[in-house]
């Protein structure tokens, strides 16, 4: 049961996580490097187009 229960901790946490992902609007491609300025924070964005929030 406690592997049950740590198995299910661990892969919700990796599930739940939130990805943003930058894309031009003209053309849609991925925006890399794009910095994205939150109010407690700055991401930036990957080769992808991707940035990481976490909470």
């Not at 003209?26 to 700055?42: D, F, H, M, T, W």
Request: with cysteine; glycine share 6%; hydrophobic share 45%.
């Amino acid at each position: 049961m406690k592997l049950f229960c740590l198995t299910f901790f661990c892969l919700s946490s990796i599930l739940f996580s939130q990805k943003i992902k930058i894309v031009d609007a003209e053309n849609g491609k991925a925006i890399s490097g794009a910095r994205i300025i939150l109010p407690n924070k700055v991401l930036y964005t990957n080769d992808d187009g991707f940035a990481m929030v976490n909470q």
